[in-house]
């Protein structure tokens, strides 16, 4: 199921078929960190448009992120060629902290379960100062927490970007909801895809938009793909090197009162002999923010996160009931 992409198009091959790649922009992270109105008003197109883009990395200040990801991804591959008992030591406290095996949640495909292992670092734990961690990354702590520093002042920024851009005041500014002193689910997810195939039980990562406000993702393999709004097909996400892949998140949408939007996406198969590894900051909002959800209730982030966290578990029949899945986009849904 190897991937490559064709030198004269943006089009890649994905099981011997023309595949689409997303034609996504790029947003200079230094230049968001200056306020350069030109950039700021491109990261605002790109939240509006389609919900996803590449954050150029490269300058001086977002080049310590990079190293800070390979060395994360050295404790990962460590932690993750572990013994099943190692990886579960402290089961799954919380939804934002603590070790998913494969085949917690539904897959990619129609009657499968999810193809992925996760381990989660939750931002609150890290802050408390002793989190809780399975004793074979116990030493690495440092590790998590200056990847969790990193990544919170580079998705602030964005926010602080965005609130500026809209002319948001006071506690309507996004970033108002994202103090670090109240408790909320942000969390950092590192999760490694099992080598698999389209035909297996275990496949891949459902189709859905992500919780939170903003995600950080880094991954340097094939599989993400994109339904950008308003259309019915997949497109890959290249990846990129020396560039993250941003997307917002239901609740920032919600926030904005539907100005923004998300996008649907999925994690589908590529190598049926490699692991796929990414890494994933769901920045979220404090847990009692409220905002209206896409069925139109007033609703706080905590309880659209559990909510949501219960779909994933359904069989594929029983997620199509309601727009929470996929944050009411799928349909187009727009709650005035």
Request: glycine residues 6%.
């Amino acid at each position: 199921m190897a991937i490559h992409q064709e030198s004269t198009s943006n089009h890649a091959k994905y099981q011997n078929q023309p595949a689409k790649i997303c034609d996504l922009q790029s947003v200079d992270f230094s230049r968001l960190l200056s306020q350069e109105p030109e950039e700021v008003d491109k990261l605002l197109r790109c939240c509006k448009e389609i919900g996803f883009f590449y954050l150029d990395l490269r300058g001086i200040d977002g080049r310590m992120m990079l190293e800070d990801e390979q060395e994360l991804l050295q404790v990962m591959r460590g932690f993750f060629s572990a013994t099943a008992v190692e990886k579960n030591e402290i089961g799954l406290p919380c939804q934002a902290h603590g070790f998913e095996p494969v085949g917690t949640h539904a897959g990619v495909v129609e009657n499968t379960m999810d193809g992925y292992e996760i381990l989660k670092v939750s931002r609150d734990e890290v802050s408390a100062g002793s989190p809780v961690l399975p004793s074979i990354i116990k030493k690495d702590i440092r590790v998590f927490e200056e990847f969790i520093a990193s990544s919170n002042i580079i998705t602030k920024t964005m926010l602080a970007c965005l609130s500026n851009a809209l002319n948001l005041k006071g506690a309507d500014r996004f970033e108002a909801s994202h103090r670090n002193d109240h408790k909320s689910n942000t969390t950092l997810a590192m999760f490694r895809y099992v080598p698999t195939n389209l035909s297996e039980n275990c496949v891949g990562h459902q189709k859905h938009t992500d919780i939170g406000s903003l995600t950080l993702l880094f991954s340097e393999q094939w599989g993400l793909q994109v339904m950008s709004p308003g259309t019915t097909s997949w497109e890959f996400v290249a990846p990129r090197p020396g560039h993250a892949v941003i997307n917002v998140g239901d609740s920032l949408r919600f926030a904005s009162g539907h100005v923004l939007q998300s996008c649907i996406h999925q994690v589908v198969p590529m190598d049926v002999a490699e692991d796929r590894y990414s890494i994933a900051y769901f920045l979220r909002p404090e847990s009692e923010k409220k905002y209206k959800d896409s069925e139109g209730r007033w609703i706080s982030a905590s309880q659209w996160h559990d909510e949501k966290y219960e779909v994933f578990k359904r069989p594929h029949v029983e997620q199509v009931k309601d727009s929470i899945l996929t944050g009411g986009m799928e349909s187009g849904t727009k709650v005035a």
